[in-house]
């Protein structure tokens, strides 16, 4: 799960373990996803990404999107560098994954 708030975190495995996002360690795209953690995925493996939002006109916004590691590595120290591939993003998710993408990047 991961949430667009003034400090975005990550957490894995329904909150098992969470971790804070430092500036520039989470990227995000109707394409996918980039993302700096402690955690090493394996080349291939299938996650489930849910992205949750607080949107001041729709109230709270939440996407399940499907998504393939397509790249991980070390990175100096902070953990592992991932890239999440979105799997067949709908349509009408796009414009929210849009507005989820631009407050991560103006917070």
Avoid: N
């Amino acid at each position: 799960m991961l949430t667009a708030t003034s400090s975005p975190s990550l957490y894995l495995d329904y909150g098992a373990d969470a971790q804070s996002c430092a500036t520039g360690d989470l990227d995000i795209s109707e394409r996918g996803m980039r993302f700096t953690s402690r955690w090493q995925f394996s080349i291939g493996t299938q996650i489930s990404v849910l992205l949750v939002q607080m949107d001041p006109q729709r109230g709270l916004c939440r996407m399940a999107i499907e998504g393939l590691v397509v790249w991980c590595e070390p990175k100096d120290g902070k953990g592992y560098e991932s890239t999440l591939l979105f799997l067949e993003l709908p349509d009408e998710l796009k414009p929210s994954l849009r507005e989820f993408s631009h407050q991560l990047a103006v917070s």
